[in-house]
């Protein structure tokens, strides 16, 4: 159920008297058309230097500059609002270079015709309570409608709008030294959220035009950092607690010692960490996922994003509270004082500020567990519908081992399986729904698990969730996705499955995330970063990228949809390709076709196939000819072919019910059918074993290396006359230096030859 609006409001909260109600009802009309009005243009921002005027004051020149959305908001809100008209004059003659005595004659008389109309309260938003409207946690669109509320959110509202002890406040202290103080460890997130983006910054940055100017070593073999801007990794924070608020360094820490981790200094927790904390795009795709023997590898990244999310979260919380402490202090005084200070900008449209898209369920169950698990207890005293999440995420085996499990007696018993141990890892009785979408918010003393979107600090989704709410908001004017608008902090985790899903849904997700939001949500607008009413949201959002490998997609997203000002970091690779896995002696046949473009290959790759290949099996008389193909719609392509051709074949495709595939498996065994088109999607989700295979033709290579020995190793060893081809342009360098080696393919993309052999 969506939240009530909650009574409970706090001594430093409580709205002077003089405020009436009928001007925040006004206020608020005002504001809800000013957020949702056009960010300005390039050509605005360009434009200010024609009406330049030159001044003799301190040897420098101001320039004039057209109101930003910013501004004119600040305006519209000032028609109705005396304090919000004295502020923007404040910032004007501060902007023109006038001291704050000047035109203060002109601001009496305006006082004295004033007086009667009162003045409004700025009391926080969603950021310090939870009166939000918004759907339940199932609801997809996000509709604002009042609804009743458990009496436990009412708890959780209490502890939130209480004061709460910062880290500057408590003397931590590691083996008896102490830490660095906290204000210092603030500096990335604050430096990086107070950056002004220039308006030659504004033209570019949407051209996704990016140029890696170094390389740095990483913590794994081969492998190297390359960046867009200066090398960082040498300089990054080497003291305690490594830009981390101490509270969570010293929890994390203790975390790590009692798994008999030793100098966390130089883990690679750590230092990935301090990349994360580096507040650049990261594209790590060389990580071994947990299900496939790197379940250590696969806690480190995930440790570390994390711990930068809750850093990232706690610290705007702790921007909020402290704000809120000095508005408490201020409105005893002076008003004006309080809106004219730019420090008290610090909120976004919407409260979320984190959003990690996952592809299944039960990764979401070890992502949420873990986060659990590295708050700090004082934090999580109490975590909320903590049964019902085990209920609908969790997975009855969580151990290392899947082959391994305990009968009702304590006894260990095996079960074997015919499927792959990565495949009994991801999906052996794991929960491997790809729909649903989690909201989660940290109070004082709690975590609370399936919170309303927009009080949420957290959302946790699947990809084809939120595309499903994307379509219902286009669809239902009344439906929004508004709580994706202030997105600060982006996680793509195991992007190789998402890739085995829909990428396009990714895509989607990723385009409408920190868009102006249709409605305004009960933010102060007086409160809102200048970043988000001029539309520059997503040039501020950090996005990270992991994966086990790379693809041509993923490639493309980080370039034109990750357009973060700080800069790029991405891991690059060399490999030494599987072929020794390849347990067969089989003749291993590579041919390259040409292709102008890489809109144009898989044209090129289909007319290569009639012309050359298919005529070679079309009059085959034994059959046996399994052809592999990467892409659905490659699949649609060629099998369309085959029927123009009237050639014997069957399908074991992403779509094919269990029914068709037993009686696919089973003619293409006997021999009554001699072709089969075989999916990587199907193989992915199902790793059905094919026999009778004695023609091997990949109309692509697999994008996940290790199929190509699991399926190569298929082939009928009794066969004589055992054969593979694979099918390759010079855009497949990807998967190809997964297969053969990086100096091999590239070698065969630039030869003179087009055909090679590996036996």
Same mark, same amino acid.
């Not at 309570?129 to 436990?152: A, V």
């Not at 990086?192 to 910054?201: A, G, Q």
């Not at 940055?205 to 100017?213: H, Q, R, V």
């Not at 200070?341 to 873990?370: E, H």
């Given at each position: 159920?969506?939240?009530?609006?909650?009574?409970?409001?706090?001594?430093?909260?409580?709205?002077?008297?003089?405020?009436?109600?009928?001007?925040?009802?006004?206020?608020?009309?005002?504001?809800?058309?000013?957020?949702?009005?056009?960010?300005?243009?390039?050509?605005?921002?360009?434009?200010?230097?024609?009406?330049?005027?030159?001044?003799?004051?301190?040897?420098?020149?101001?320039?004039?500059?057209?109101?930003?959305?910013?501004?004119?908001?600040?305006?519209?809100?000032?028609?109705?609002?005396?304090?919000?008209?004295?502020?923007?004059?404040?910032?004007?003659?501060?902007?023109?270079?006038?001291?704050?005595?000047?035109?203060?004659?002109?601001?009496?008389?305006?006082?004295?015709?004033?007086?009667?109309?009162?003045?409004?309260?700025?009391?926080?938003?969603?950021?310090?309570?939870?009166?939000?409207?918004?759907?339940?946690?199932?609801?997809?669109? %996000?509709?604002?409608?009042?609804?009743?509320?458990?009496?436990?959110?009412?708890?959780?509202?209490?502890?939130?709008?209480?004061?709460?002890?910062?880290?500057?406040?408590?003397?931590?202290?590691?083996?008896?030294?102490?830490?660095?103080?906290?204000?210092?460890?603030?500096?990335?997130?604050?430096?990086?959220?107070? $950056?002004?983006?220039?308006?030659?910054?504004?033209?570019?940055?949407?051209?996704?035009?990016?140029?890696?100017?170094?390389?740095?070593?990483?913590?794994?073999?081969?492998?190297?950092?390359?960046?867009?801007?200066?090398?960082?990794?040498?300089?990054?924070?080497?003291?305690?607690?490594?830009?981390?608020?101490?509270?969570?360094?010293? $929890?994390?820490?203790?975390?790590?010692?009692?798994?008999? %981790?030793?100098?966390?200094?130089?883990?690679?927790?750590?230092?990935?960490?301090?990349?994360?904390?580096?507040?650049?795009?990261?594209?790590?795709?060389?990580?071994?996922?947990?299900?496939?023997? %790197?379940?250590?590898?696969?806690?480190?990244?995930?440790?570390?994003?994390?711990?930068?999310?809750?850093?990232?979260?706690?610290?705007?919380?702790?921007?909020?509270?402290?704000?809120?402490?000095?508005?408490?202090?201020?409105?005893?005084?002076?008003?004006?004082?309080?809106?004219?200070?730019?420090?008290?900008?610090?909120?976004?449209?919407?409260?979320?500020?984190?959003?990690?898209?996952?592809?299944?369920?039960?990764?979401?169950?070890?992502?949420?567990?873990?986060?659990?698990?590295?708050?700090?207890?004082?934090?999580?005293?109490?975590?909320? $519908?903590?049964?019902?999440?085990?209920?609908?995420?969790?997975?009855?085996?969580?151990?290392?081992?899947?082959?391994?499990?305990?009968?009702?007696?304590?006894?260990?018993?095996?079960?074997?399986?015919?499927?792959?141990?990565?495949?009994?890892?991801?999906?052996?009785?794991?929960?491997?729904?790809?729909?649903?979408?989690?909201?989660?918010?940290?109070?004082?003393?709690?975590?609370?698990?399936?919170?309303?979107?927009?009080?949420?600090?957290?959302?946790?989704?699947?990809?084809?969730?939120?595309?499903?709410?994307?379509?219902?908001?286009?669809?239902?004017?009344?439906?929004?996705?508004?709580?994706?608008?202030?997105?600060?902090?982006?996680?793509?985790?195991?992007?190789?499955?998402?890739?085995?899903?829909?990428?396009?849904?990714?895509?989607?997700?990723?385009?409408?995330?920190?868009?102006?939001?249709?409605?305004?949500?009960?933010?102060?607008?007086?409160?809102?970063?200048?970043?988000?009413?001029?539309?520059?949201?997503?040039?501020?959002?950090?996005?990270?990228?992991?994966?086990?490998?790379?693809?041509?997609?993923?490639?493309?997203?980080?370039?034109?949809?990750?357009?973060?000002?700080?800069?790029?970091?991405?891991?690059?690779?060399?490999?030494?390709?599987?072929?020794?896995?390849?347990?067969?002696?089989?003749?291993?046949?590579?041919?390259?076709?040409?292709?102008?473009?890489?809109?144009?290959?898989? $044209?090129?790759?289909?007319?290569?196939?009639?012309?050359?290949?298919?005529?070679?099996?079309?009059?085959?008389?034994?059959? %046996?000819?399994?052809?592999?193909?990467?892409?659905?719609?490659?699949?649609?392509?060629?099998?369309?072919?085959?029927?123009?051709?009237?050639?014997?074949?069957?399908?074991?495709?992403?779509?094919?019910?269990?029914?068709?595939?037993?009686?696919?498996?089973?003619?293409?065994?006997?021999?009554?059918?001699?072709?089969?088109?075989?999916?990587?999607?199907?193989?992915?989700?199902?790793?059905?074993?094919?026999?009778?295979?004695?023609?091997?033709?990949?109309?692509?290579?697999?994008?996940?290396?290790?199929?190509?020995?699991?399926?190569?190793?298929?082939?009928?060893?009794?066969?004589?006359?055992?054969?593979?081809?694979?099918?390759?342009?010079?855009?497949?360098?990807?998967?190809?230096?997964?297969?053969?080696?990086?100096?091999?393919?590239?070698?065969?993309?630039?030869?003179?030859?087009?055909?090679?052999?590996?036996?």
């Amino acid at each position: 159920m969506a939240p009530k609006r909650s009574n409970v409001v706090s001594k430093r909260n409580r709205p002077h008297e003089k405020f009436d109600k009928k001007n925040d009802t006004k206020k608020a009309k005002l504001v809800e058309k000013a957020v949702v009005s056009n960010h300005p243009t390039e050509e605005e921002d360009l434009d200010s230097s024609e009406e330049e005027e030159t001044i003799e004051e301190e040897s420098e020149a101001v320039v004039y500059r057209k109101p930003t959305t910013y501004d004119n908001l600040l305006a519209s809100l000032g028609s109705s609002n005396k304090v919000v008209a004295d502020m923007n004059k404040r910032r004007q003659r501060e902007e023109e270079g006038k001291s704050d005595t000047e035109g203060d004659d002109e601001d009496e008389e305006d006082e004295d015709e004033d007086d009667d109309s009162g003045s409004e309260d700025e009391t926080s938003t969603d950021e310090e309570d939870d009166e939000i409207l918004g759907d339940d946690q199932e609801s997809l669109g %996000g509709l604002t409608e009042n609804k009743e509320q458990e009496d436990n959110d009412n708890h959780s509202e209490e502890e939130d709008s209480e004061d709460y002890e910062t880290d500057e406040e408590l003397e931590l202290s590691t083996n008896g030294q102490p830490l660095v103080d906290a204000s210092s460890s603030t500096s990335a997130f604050s430096e990086h959220l107070s $950056h002004t983006l220039s308006s030659e910054e504004v033209k570019t940055l949407p051209e996704g035009k990016w140029k890696f100017k170094w390389e740095a070593p990483a913590d794994m073999p081969n492998c190297r950092w390359k960046g867009t801007r200066p090398n960082f990794l040498d300089a990054v924070q080497s003291d305690a607690p490594y830009g981390l608020k101490p509270k969570l360094f010293k $929890h994390w820490l203790q975390l790590y010692q009692k798994s008999g %981790g030793k100098d966390f200094d130089s883990s690679k927790r750590k230092r990935f960490f301090s990349i994360c904390n580096s507040y650049l795009d990261i594209l790590h795709c060389n990580k071994r996922p947990f299900y496939n023997k %790197g379940r250590e590898e696969d806690s480190i990244a995930m440790d570390a994003y994390l711990m930068h999310s809750l850093n990232h979260i706690f610290k705007t919380r702790d921007l909020v509270k402290k704000n809120e402490s000095k508005i408490a202090k201020h409105r005893e005084t002076s008003e004006q004082e309080i809106l004219s200070d730019d420090g008290f900008l610090d909120q976004g449209f919407t409260r979320p500020k984190v959003l990690i898209l996952l592809p299944m369920r039960s990764i979401a169950f070890r992502v949420v567990k873990r986060l659990i698990q590295l708050t700090p207890e004082a934090q999580r005293v109490n975590v909320e $519908h903590l049964d019902r999440f085990n209920a609908e995420f969790g997975c009855e085996d969580e151990s290392d081992d899947n082959d391994e499990k305990t009968s009702k007696n304590g006894k260990s018993t095996t079960h074997k399986s015919s499927k792959p141990a990565d495949w009994q890892a991801l999906f052996g009785e794991k929960n491997s729904d790809d729909e649903f979408m989690l909201g989660i918010k940290h109070t004082r003393k709690s975590i609370r698990l399936y919170g309303d979107f927009y009080s949420s600090d957290m959302i946790i989704a699947s990809p084809l969730k939120l595309h499903m709410a994307i379509g219902q908001a286009e669809e239902n004017k009344e439906r929004d996705v508004d709580y994706l608008s202030s997105i600060e902090v982006l996680v793509i985790d195991h992007a190789d499955i998402i890739s085995m899903q829909n990428w396009s849904f990714l895509a989607t997700v990723v385009d409408h995330i920190n868009r102006l939001p249709s409605k305004q949500h009960g933010t102060n607008v007086m409160r809102i970063r200048p970043l988000y009413l001029d539309g520059q949201a997503r040039f501020y959002r950090q996005s990270i990228i992991l994966s086990s490998y790379l693809t041509p997609e993923m490639n493309g997203l980080f370039n034109r949809q990750c357009l973060n000002y700080k800069g790029k970091i991405k891991l690059a690779c060399e490999y030494k390709g599987v072929l020794e896995k390849v347990l067969l002696p089989v003749r291993q046949i590579y041919e390259r076709f040409d292709a102008d473009s890489v809109t144009q290959a898989d $044209h090129a790759r289909l007319e290569y196939f009639t012309k050359k290949i298919f005529p070679k099996i079309k009059d085959s008389v034994q059959g %046996g000819v399994m052809i592999f193909i990467p892409s659905y719609f490659d699949f649609v392509s060629l099998r369309n072919y085959l029927k123009s051709q009237n050639a014997s074949f069957c399908l074991l495709g992403d779509y094919t019910k269990n029914a068709d595939i037993s009686r696919a498996r089973e003619w293409f065994f006997a021999g009554s059918r001699k072709i089969m088109l075989y999916t990587e999607r199907a193989y992915f989700y199902r790793r059905y074993k094919i026999r009778g295979i004695k023609n091997l033709i990949f109309y692509s290579l697999p994008e996940r290396k290790e199929f190509y020995p699991e399926i190569m190793n298929m082939l009928d060893e009794g066969s004589y006359d055992m054969m593979s081809t694979a099918l390759f342009s010079r855009f497949d360098l990807l998967k190809m230096e997964r297969i053969v080696g990086t100096a091999s393919a590239k070698r065969m993309i630039s030869s003179d030859k087009s055909i090679f052999a590996f036996c």
